[in-house]
């Protein structure tokens, strides 16, 4: 092998290493007695419309309600144009953007990390 | 060498285009959760367009490879971009991983590894896929490939690219130098593939079948068509069609252009290598094969009109022999020209004969053999014994890697600058 192909190949091993330990490590935190009360605590629309302001502001979306206080700053978007959306439904402006793009699988793969319950009536 | 920069120069500018396309030429904030998003995408995009690129050199359009300096460093360039290439996917992998990571495990896991349903995110690890299938045997990462193998698997890249492209089409802010570049280089791919097998091969006969040895042989061939117009030091890619071939009919390999520019005859010498050259000793005369080219710039870039030294190294030699055959049919007005025959003993010496009686009859001719197992490795004393004013010429050197590395490190130490030493390293692939 040539030193390029001797570096590529380390890389490699590297590489496949690192998302195995990822994918591991993602398992077991995952797994059954690990801690999991996401998705069991069911949020009223009457509570989640309490939370409408930039100090406080969950979101609904797809039936799931999320605290999304803390990443509000480092949302692309401008906060005038996010803050109406705090306290409500805000499935359409997920799925849309307001201009008919739904958000990348980036954005959705950050969703579970919010996440606080299910949305009820 | 001005030609050589251009091509370089151009590369450079396509290298940039997407990236400024991107908007990725403004450093966001230092802080991480910006930041690695922002490196993610500036190597995904650096290395789809380095990917895209070596395949769009793939081309090998005769004259073109003259803008980077002839086709054997055109294919290093090749070789150097699907490197870093495929070495930016995988920084680029990691750091869509990192930017996940600033969030939780979870979420980093979720953006590589996504519901099915995210193809473009798949689409991704797909082309990963590919890059690897054909990648590994160019790396010799399970030692050395057989050419034919290599070839065929070396057409996985096309699905590799396609399936980049897809990849970054859905997620880019900006489509229109993916669309750009993937163009060219399915137009690329479409002509090696599809038409200059049609297009731009030219056949010719073989008139003459000369062996110089017990695994050498030199074929002289006639044009059916229109000649090819060639240069000292060019090579060609050569395709037989001759049925009764033992192994490697109908697959292309180079081989250096022997004769000199308007010979009536091309010649090519072939030594028996691998299971296709072998074959090829016991080419039948009057058989077809087809030829692609000229390619190559090896004896044209320097100063002609300084004195030069050849230095010629195994079947290294074969530029040269087509530059000594211009050389004696010039007859005068060339510059001094010494060349340095390397072989390892006389029973290699395939073209000690033709080239003595040339040397002869030209008197700006000096020949020199010199035979590694009797005489030792080519070192400095024997070099300024045999061309004392060797620093002051324009020095072309052409042999196994080895060879030329052992006499570029003798040349530098001499002072000889790197500008006056001319190389060409044959090498498998």
Redesign the interface.
């Known amino acids: ?2 030193w ?2 001797r ?3 380390t ?2 091993v590297a ?1 496949i290493a ?2 195995l330990t ?2 591991a ?2 398992a077991m ?2 797994a059954p007695g690990a801690s999991a009360e996401s998705g069991t605590r069911v949020i009223s629309r009457a509570s989640l419309a309490e939370h409408n302001s930039e100090q406080d502001c969950w979101m609904a979306i797809h039936g799931r309600v999320y605290d999304f206080t803390e990443y509000l700053p ?1 949302h692309p978007t401008p906060l005038q144009v996010l803050l109406p959306y705090c306290g409500t439904d805000a499935t359409t402006g997920w799925d849309t953007k307001g201009y008919g793009r739904a958000h ?3 954005a ?3 969703l ?2 919010y996440e606080i319950g299910l949305l009820g009536q | 060498m001005k030609r050589a920069r251009l091509g370089e120069l151009f590369l450079a500018l396509l290298i940039l285009l997407p990236l400024l396309a991107a908007g990725l030429q403004h450093r966001p904030s230092a802080e991480l ?2 930041l690695l ?1 922002w490196l993610a995408r500036l190597t995904g995009v650096l290395a789809l367009t380095l990917i895209l690129l070596a395949g769009i050199l793939s081309i090998r359009l005769p004259g073109m490879d003259r803008w980077f300096g002839g086709l054997t460093r055109l294919w290093a360039i090749h070789h ?1 971009l699907g ?1 870093a290439g ?2 930016l996917v ?1 920084v680029h ?2 750091l ?2 990192g ?2 990571l600033v ?12 519901p099915l349903g ?1 193809w ?2 798949w689409a991704g690890w797909g082309s990963f896929l590919a890059l ?1 299938v054909f ?1 590994a045997p160019s ?3 399970f030692g050395e490939p057989r050419y034919p193998r290599w070839k065929r698997l070396h057409l996985v890249s096309a699905l590799a690219l396609l399936l980049a492209v897809v990849h970054a089409l859905s ?1 880019a802010a900006s489509i229109w130098p993916w669309l750009l570049l993937g163009t060219a280089a399915a137009l690329a791919y479409g002509w090696r593939k599809l038409l200059s097998p049609r297009l731009a091969r030219r056949t010719y006969r073989v008139t003459e079948v000369k062996h110089l040895g017990p695994d050498m042989v030199e074929l002289g061939l006639r044009a059916e068509g229109r000649p090819m117009q060639h240069a000292p030091g060019q090579f060609i890619y050569l395709t037989p069609r001759d049925p009764a071939l033992a192994q490697g009919r109908g697959e292309e390999h180079p081989y250096t252009i022997a004769s000199a520019p308007g010979a009536p005859l091309l010649r090519v010498g072939i030594k028996a290598l691998g299971d296709g050259t072998r074959a090829l000793q016991n080419l039948s005369p009057d058989s077809l094969v087809q030829l692609e080219g000229p390619y190559g710039d090896f004896m044209g870039q320097g100063d002609a009109s300084r004195a030069a030294l050849w230095i010629g190294g195994g079947i290294g030699i074969a530029p040269f022999v087509s530059a000594v055959r211009a050389l004696h049919q010039a007859r005068q007005g060339q510059p001094p020209t010494h060349l340095i025959y390397l072989v390892n003993n006389d029973s290699e010496a395939y073209y000690q004969q033709e080239l003595q009686s040339l040397a002869q009859e030209t008197e700006a001719l000096q020949l020199n053999l010199h035979r590694r197992d009797s005489e030792g490795l080519l070192d400095e004393a024997t070099l300024r014994a045999l061309c004392p004013d060797f620093t002051e010429r324009e020095i072309w050197i052409c042999g196994p890697p080895g060879l030329t590395r052992h006499l570029k490190t003798l040349l530098h130490a001499r002072g000889v600058p790197g500008s006056r030493i001319h190389s060409e390293a044959f090498n498998l692939l």
Not at chain 2, 103 to 114: C, D, K, R, T
């Open positions: 092998m040539t390029p192909g570096i590529a190949y890389t490699l590489f690192s998302l990822l994918l490590v993602d935190r995952s480092q990348s699988p980036r959705e793969a950050m579970p990390a | 959760p910006v998003p150097g490197w495929f070495m995988m992998v990691w869509v991983a930017s996940g969030q939780s495990v979870q979420v980093s896991v979720n953006m590589l590894f996504p995210h473009p995110v690897l990648l790396f010799k990462f997620l």
